[in-house]
């Protein structure tokens, strides 16, 4: 399981701090577990695709297959580096 701090960003810019737990890991495609407050949030908020920011620099474009109060189930791909 790949596992690490980062942020959310939401489309209107607004970003969550975050622990996600990937337990699928396969060269660019991760798919998992973002642990998070997602309580305050407008669902509609989440039926775009979202960017998670990692504490590494790595950046990975989600879309969100399950919501709640405390998690989000996503799957998605990392971004290439930024030449």
Known sequence: MHTGKGSLVLRNG????????FGSDYDDTRAGHLLCDTSALD????????HIVC????SIVVAVMHSSDRYLAVTGRVLPAAA
């Not at 607004?14 to 737990?21: D, Y």
């Not at 669902?43 to 979202?50: E, I, T, V």
């Open 14 to 21: 607004r970003r969550l701090p975050l622990t996600f737990q």
């Open 43 to 50: 669902p509609a908020l989440l039926q775009d695709r979202l």
């Open 55 to 58: 504490d590494d620099g790595t």
